[in-house]
Antibody, heavy 120, light 106 residues
Framework: EVQLLESGGNLVQPGGSLRLSCAAS????????VSWVRQAPGKGLEWVSV????????YYADSVKGRFTISRDSSKNTLYLQMNSLRAEDTALYYC?????????????WGQGTLVTVSS | SYELTQPPSVSVSPGQTASITCSGD??????ASWYQQKPGQAPVLVIY???QRPSGIPERFSGSNSGNTATLTISGTQAMDEADYYC?????????FGGGTKLTVL
């Protein structure tokens, strides 16, 4: 059974940093791209970043480019999101989602999310 | 940047057919996917690659994609289908979601 378990969400001040983790199980982690998708309170889904199965390719939404870094550790079956220079508008529930292939066309499994609140 | 546009809300009577559209420039040249999200829950994939249903998704869910519009159709809509629905596509190595449509089953 595929499982994705996010952690690391917290209350952080504007300008601060936070690292999110997503522990994956139930599939061969290195064979699939994985992504971070966020959802601000009461708002829609917003794609944040994606990393290929090998980790060699990474892509970011313009809203986080230069501030967030996605990475993965296949030895630990874990996806990460390092978030720096956080802003109030980064407040959201952050989901990790597994793609259907090394790059993929869609996300077939999602975690339950971890909440990031940016506030003074 | 690429955008996908959905109607904010759609209403349907139980047992009737609901159609939710998703519009984007030459969207028919890309694969469209659809996700269902109920309050307090993570999104669930209901349609992928325009018209494919994942295992466990009822047959009443179907999809199409042509020209600039992808459509999610729910036939014989049930009360349990009331949820937010999001379309998604890839464009130039980035992922795009539509703004979401709240489906109300009256």
């Amino acid at each position: 059974e595929v499982q994705l378990l996010e952690s690391g969400g917290n209350l952080v001040q504007p300008g601060g940093s936070l690292r999110l983790s997503c522990a994956a199980s139930g599939f061969t982690f290195s064979n699939y791209a994985v992504s971070w998708v966020r959802q601000a309170p009461g708002k829609g889904l917003e794609w944040v970043s994606v990393i290929s199965g090998s980790g060699g390719s990474t892509y970011y939404a313009d809203s986080v480019k230069g501030r967030f870094t996605i990475s993965r550790d296949s030895s630990k079956n874990t996806l990460y999101l390092q978030m720096n220079s956080l802003r109030a508008e980064d407040t959201a529930l952050y989901y990790c989602a597994k793609a259907n292939g090394d790059y993929g066309t869609h996300f077939d499994y999602w975690g339950q999310g971890t909440l990031v609140t940016v506030s003074s | 940047s690429y955008e996908l546009t959905q109607p904010p809300s759609v209403s349907v009577s139980p047992g009737q057919t609901a159609s939710i559209t998703c519009s984007g420039d030459k969207l028919g040249d890309k694969y469209a996917s659809w996700y269902q999200q109920k309050p307090g829950q993570a999104p669930v994939l209901v349609i992928y690659e325009d018209s494919q249903r994942p295992s466990g998704i009822p047959e009443r869910f179907s999809g199409s994609n042509s020209g600039n519009t992808a459509t999610l159709t729910i036939s014989g809509t049930q009360a349990m289908d009331e949820a937010d629905y999001y379309c998604q596509a890839w464009d130039s190595s980035t992922v795009v979601f539509g703004g979401g449509t709240k489906l109300t089953v009256l």
